[in-house]
């Protein structure tokens, strides 16, 4: 089938009228639709379809092909209108475009100032301004590889260029390509504006994409996705981008992991009996969220493990199971440290990682009950897979805290016996992954203790977290802030504040009207905030912890239930900031001999009789903060740290016959 064969003419275009012809010779009987533009913004659709007589052509036309668009109100006469006219498949039609007024040869050769600022695939945006006629926006043609693609007004306000003083500013253009140039192909842009004077830079060359992961092919790539809406068109992208990403992650596997490395020397060692060939360890560390020592306590337990196992000789990574967000610096210091992040969206999952790389680790390492009993489990129902995903590697499950001691505790104090339940549950789980795993590590004697008690021939061993002991000179008498320090997405530090609130600084203030308590720490609801009174300020989050303790005196750490050591006592005696504590939070800690005078009964009256008193004592304050850096000095050195974890890795790998060389 033959498709339209037009003949069009633009008779006529001034201020007032635009007026010509179209026919389309195949029909010559059916009105041709044509559309107007205006400075590249169409403006008016019509038919072909008035009679003219110098159109008639017996046999073939009857006239009824002319068209006439008039101008309501008439074109400016002190400006250039591009006009142009098009025919149903886009092309303009003879004598189109054309300018009204037709510009003068003084006029034409006008020079102006202009320059593009954005040039890629996407858009193509700049300025341009006549610098005879600056009141008026330049007209401009975008022509690519010689053929034109839009014609537009540079009239966009730009501030910047108005600060620049040239004038009101409003000289921009910017075009966005609807069907974007072949990125595999170079192409020539060129900026032609209608004054006819050449534009400042000339034609400018779009260059070829690189490779496939260049930005222009990234954005045609997603620009093809977002378009899809078609039903089986999605399933197959899906499909694909999964193959994809799948093929990704074996090469990540195999490079950044080392897989193809290790199973080589593996064969090596298997077949030619050449034992003398050995690769660095590995470690997979899981924990709910990527560590942030600016967040919680957790986090610098945690990354002071990370570091002794590197101590040890084994590298380290380390993936999320809950929560993959995380600032870019956090990232950066731990990429830094040598510490590799397998997370979304390489890696999307903890199974994932286990499922395509799990050989290439030698030991697990999953922090708190939580994960250690999700991942334990998931070993269990992939066999007898498991051997096949992680052959060689060893569990250490790091507790954290003892969860069902925690949740015993806090029913007692709440009064709520459903936590009794879960309390039980949780034993039940510890009991079961303390079991599985090859090693426990607890952060105190006390906890390693009650762990042996559970599973009487279990491996547990104490490994505590490194604590800098800082520099700042304490002096008490330039200091007067008491202050209660904790991540408030933890029920014991909630309790804490609200025994702050109700009973423990209403009988401080009593006692003396000046002494305030001001908590600061993460999470911090709705909730926690309600419990603000006189005496009690929040002051929420603070990113550079050092500038809190900078300023306190005291701090104390109300707590009646909880589970494990207490980070935020460390950190503040690393800043020479002593506390005063109920037993509970004191549990686990090594307490020098001075020290117990510290430890107060979790009794209202007791409690603020002690923040008082202790208050009040600068010879105390002193002695207490020279006693907390004492202990962190003794019990809390990196080198310790680093000793305990190697007894846990000796009995991690020494373990029924395997040699601590193994692979």
């Known amino acids: 089938m033959t498709g339209p064969l037009y003949r069009a003419f633009l008779d006529r275009a001034d201020r007032y009228v635009s007026e010509g012809w179209a026919r389309n010779e195949t029909d010559p009987f059916t009105p041709v639709p044509l559309t107007v533009f205006r400075d590249g913004v169409q403006v008016a659709e019509l038919a072909a379809e008035s009679w003219r007589e110098d159109l008639v052509e017996p046999g073939h036309s009857d006239g009824y092909c002319a068209f006439r668009h008039v101008w309501l109100p008439p074109l400016p006469e002190n400006d250039f209108s591009r006009l142009e006219v098009r025919l149903p498949n886009g092309e303009q039609i003879n004598g189109s475009p054309v300018f009204v007024p037709a510009p003068t040869d003084e006029q034409t050769a006008l020079g102006v100032r202009g320059a593009i600022d954005i040039f890629d695939h996407e858009r193509i945006a700049g300025w341009i301004r006549d610098e005879d006629r600056p009141e008026r926006a330049v007209g401009v043609a975008i022509l690519l590889d010689g053929q034109e693609v839009a014609f537009l007004k540079a009239n966009s306000f730009r501030r910047d260029l108005r600060d620049l003083g040239l004038g009101s500013g409003r000289y921009g253009f910017e075009f966005l390509f609807t069907s974007p140039p072949d990125p595999l192909t170079a192409h020539t842009v060129e900026i032609r504006p209608d004054t006819g004077a050449p534009f400042p830079e000339g034609a400018k060359v779009l260059p070829a994409a690189e490779g496939f992961f260049d930005q222009a092919m990234m954005n045609l790539a997603s620009r093809e996705i977002g378009g899809l809406r078609d039903v089986e068109k999605i399933r197959t992208a899906a499909d694909f981008l999964a193959s994809c990403l799948e093929t990704l992650r074996k090469k990540d596997a195999e490079g950044t992991l080392g897989l193809a490395s290790r199973r080589e020397i593996r064969r090596l060692r298997r077949q030619e009996g050449n034992r003398a060939v050995t690769v660095q360890r590995q470690v997979l560390v899981i924990d709910d969220q990527i560590p942030d020592v600016r967040r919680d306590a957790a986090s610098v337990a945690l990354l002071s493990h990370m570091k002794a196992l590197q101590a040890a000789g084994l590298k380290v990574f380390f993936t999320p199971s809950l929560i993959s967000g995380c600032r870019e610096d956090v990232l950066a210091s731990l990429a830094e440290q040598g510490i590799t992040v397998l997370r979304p969206p390489l890696w999307e999952s903890v199974e994932a990682i286990l499922r395509q790389a799990g050989e290439a680790f030698d030991l697990i390492y999953l922090h708190r009950l939580g994960n250690a009993s999700a991942y334990l489990e998931l070993a269990r129902r992939l066999c007898p897979m498991a051997r096949r995903l992680c052959p060689m590697a060893r569990i250490i499950w790091s507790v954290a805290d003892i969860d069902s001691l925690r949740l015993r505790r806090q029913a007692q104090v709440e009064q709520r016996p459903e936590l009794t339940i879960l309390a039980a549950q949780s034993e039940a789980r510890e009991r079961m992954v303390t079991w599985r795993s090859n090693v426990v590590i607890t952060h105190s004697d006390e906890e390693t203790a009650r762990i042996r008690e559970g599973v009487p021939s279990c491996a547990a061993v ?199 060389e193994s692979l």
């Open 462 to 660: 104490t490994v505590r977290w490194a604590v800098p002991v800082g520099k700042t000179v304490y002096r008490p008498a330039k200091r007067d802030r008491i202050v209660f320090l904790g991540h408030f997405g933890h029920a014991p530090n909630r309790d804490a504040v609200r025994w702050l609130a109700t009973e423990i600084v209403p009988a401080l203030r009593r006692l003396n009207p000046a002494l305030e308590i001001t908590v600061f720490g993460s999470g911090m609801t709705a909730e926690t905030l309600s419990f603000a009174c006189d005496g009690l300020t929040f002051a929420g989050y603070a990113p550079e912890i050092g500038t809190v303790f900078a300023q306190a005196r005291l701090m104390v750490a109300p707590l009646r239930f909880g589970a494990g050591i207490k980070g935020k006592i460390l950190e503040s005696w690393s800043h020479g900031v002593p506390v005063l504590m109920t037993p509970m939070a004191a549990e686990g800690l090594p307490l020098l001999a001075g020290q117990r005078s510290c430890v107060v009964p979790a009794e209202t009256a007791a409690f603020v009789a002690g923040v008082a008193a202790l208050w009040a004592d600068e010879e105390a304050l002193k002695q207490q903060s020279a006693l907390g850096r004492k202990l962190l000095r003794t019990s809390f050195l990196e080198k310790s740290v680093e000793a305990e974890m190697a007894q846990a890795l000796s009995a991690a790998f020494v373990e029924k016959g395997m040699k601590s």
